[in-house]
């Protein structure tokens, strides 16, 4: 027999081994895949794509979906449509190394038809603000990219004759009632930056409703912020001085926590104030520079939520230039000891703490100017979470 046949024959016998599996186990096997050999395989044969599709398997891969990214080219919000990258790391942790799998959601197909800016993500849905060449418009998406569905949210630009402005939005999810919500904060006219309001929009119900006034405005939101139902940001008071907000979507209640050790920095005293927040292994994260001469910044996790005295230094990365316009956000912890980081919002760069020495990724080369999210992909249907909407299928 020559090698073709040889390989024929063995192709064959491969098929049949793999249909003879019980449908559990290629279930089992399925829901560990990394996203993009997911999607390749929704069109090897039906029965897999039968098992993608069935609602069981969306609730075993949700529990197993890897935090992966969202980058967008912020350019792109002056165009009528946005394309957006997913990044996912898939690790090989034995030789402690990583590849980079990328899908490219498109509009009509993943995204609206639109220009959008992404804002945020939570529980595998995207949270968009629509544009129309580079202005906010008056509609605000919440998508499934991975399955091409989408609600829209239409939001009032006035009260009254007064003209709404300083506007943000984001995306939560209460645990107790199972419900998904946008969180707006604004400005009333002349009102601005003197009295903030805040206003709720429970997924299902088809309105907003007020909440009253707001302590805090929400502001840009880091790249993975959503932890214990809450959102979290930095933000700073009319002294400069920074401090940690957060938004609960059970309680529907904003509150602030407690800062690491000898993070409050003020300006002007030889010191700067960039810092972020996110989340490391199910913990909120600070990450600030605590001297721009020494060319360092320190990476602080609060191991029990809430908790003041939980706060632990767990990394310090050096031989970084630092000023109040440049800055590392943390976005990925390798299990190598590396850090993926968000560069000055331009690129993605590789710490390797060892050596203190960054390398430059190619995820977002040719890009000069980029929004990076987290996102943990998932195959729950919008229609089966957001019953009293009118879910799209851009498909």
Same mark, same amino acid.
């Given at each position: 027999?020559?090698?073709?046949?040889?390989?024929?024959?063995? !192709?064959?016998?491969?098929?049949?081994?793999?249909?003879?599996?019980?449908?559990?186990?290629?279930?089992?096997?399925?829901?560990?895949?990394?996203?993009?050999?997911?999607?390749?395989?929704?069109?090897?044969?039906?029965?897999?794509?039968?098992?993608?599709?069935?609602?069981?398997?969306?609730?075993?891969?949700?529990?197993?979906?890897? !935090?992966?990214?969202?980058?967008?080219?912020?350019?792109?919000?002056?165009?009528?449509?946005?394309?957006?990258?997913?990044?996912?790391?898939?690790?090989?942790?034995?030789?402690?190394?990583?590849?980079?799998?990328?899908?490219?959601?498109?509009?009509?197909?993943?995204?609206?038809? !639109?220009?959008?800016?992404?804002?945020?993500?939570?529980?595998?849905?995207?949270?968009?603000?629509?544009?129309?060449?580079?202005?906010?418009?008056?509609?605000?998406?919440?998508?499934?990219?991975?399955?091409?569905? *989408?609600?829209?949210?239409?939001?009032?630009?006035?009260?009254?004759?007064?003209?709404?402005?300083?506007?943000?939005?984001?995306?939560?999810?209460?645990?107790?009632?199972?419900?998904?919500?946008?969180?707006?904060?604004?400005?009333?006219?002349?009102?601005?930056?003197?009295? *903030?309001?805040?206003?709720?929009? !429970?997924?299902?119900?088809?309105?907003?409703?007020?909440?009253?006034?707001?302590?805090?405005?929400?502001?840009?939101?880091?790249?993975?912020?959503?932890?214990?139902?809450?959102?979290?940001?930095?933000?700073?008071?009319?002294?400069?001085?920074?401090?940690? *907000?957060?938004?609960?979507?059970?309680?529907?209640?904003?509150?602030?926590?407690?800062?690491?050790?000898?993070?409050?920095?003020?300006?002007?005293?030889?010191?700067?104030?960039?810092?972020?927040?996110?989340?490391?292994?199910?913990?909120?994260?600070?990450?600030?520079?605590?001297?721009?001469?020494?060319?360092?910044?320190?990476?602080?996790?609060?191991?029990?939520?809430?908790?003041?005295?939980?706060?632990?230094?767990?990394?310090?990365?050096?031989?970084?230039?630092?000023?109040?316009?440049? *800055?590392?956000?943390?976005?990925?912890?390798?299990?190598?000891?590396?850090?993926?980081?968000?560069?000055?919002?331009?690129?993605?760069?590789?710490?390797?703490?060892?050596?203190?020495?960054?390398?430059?990724?190619?995820?977002?080369?040719?890009?000069?100017?980029?929004?990076?999210?987290?996102?943990?992909?998932?195959?729950?249907?919008?229609?089966?979470?957001?019953?009293?909407?009118?879910?799209?299928?851009?498909?």
């Amino acid at each position: 027999m020559d090698d073709k046949r040889k390989r024929a024959a063995s !192709t064959a016998e491969s098929k049949c081994l793999v249909a003879e599996l019980p449908h559990g186990l290629i279930t089992d096997i399925l829901s560990r895949l990394p996203v993009k050999s997911l999607f390749n395989c929704k069109f090897v044969c039906k029965t897999w794509l039968r098992l993608i599709s069935d609602p069981h398997f969306a609730k075993i891969h949700w529990a197993r979906s890897p !935090t992966t990214f969202l980058i967008q080219d912020t350019r792109s919000r002056y165009k009528e449509s946005t394309d957006i990258l997913l990044v996912q790391i898939v690790e090989e942790v034995i030789r402690k190394t990583f590849e980079i799998e990328s899908i490219r959601f498109v509009p009509n197909t993943n995204l609206p038809d !639109t220009g959008v800016d992404i804002l945020n993500s939570c529980n595998g849905l995207v949270c968009c603000w629509g544009m129309s060449k580079g202005i906010f418009n008056d509609m605000v998406y919440v998508c499934n990219p991975i399955l091409g569905e *989408c609600i829209s949210i239409p939001v009032v630009k006035k009260v009254g004759k007064r003209k709404k402005c300083g506007q943000y939005f984001a995306l939560g999810f209460s645990t107790a009632s199972n419900q998904y919500k946008v969180l707006h904060t604004f400005y009333l006219g002349r009102e601005f930056v003197t009295q *903030c309001r805040a206003e709720i929009y !429970t997924v299902g119900t088809g309105q907003w409703r007020r909440i009253g006034n707001a302590p805090f405005s929400l502001d840009y939101l880091n790249a993975n912020v959503f932890l214990h139902d809450s959102i979290h940001w930095v933000d700073y008071d009319p002294e400069n001085y920074r401090f940690i *907000c957060a938004f609960d979507f059970e309680f529907e209640k904003f509150k602030r926590l407690s800062l690491p050790p000898d993070s409050q920095i003020h300006d002007g005293k030889g010191r700067h104030s960039v810092s972020c927040v996110g989340v490391l292994k199910g913990c909120l994260f600070m990450a600030f520079d605590v001297c721009s001469e020494c060319g360092e910044f320190e990476i602080w996790v609060m191991e029990e939520y809430g908790v003041k005295e939980s706060w632990s230094k767990k990394f310090v990365v050096g031989n970084v230039h630092l000023n109040d316009y440049v *800055c590392y956000e943390p976005l990925f912890f390798l299990s190598s000891g590396e850090i993926l980081m968000l560069h000055e919002d331009q690129c993605i760069v590789r710490y390797d703490a060892r050596w203190k020495s960054f390398q430059d990724l190619t995820i977002s080369q040719g890009i000069k100017s980029i929004k990076v999210i987290a996102y943990s992909p998932s195959f729950v249907s919008l229609q089966d979470i957001a019953q009293g909407e009118e879910v799209k299928v851009l498909r």
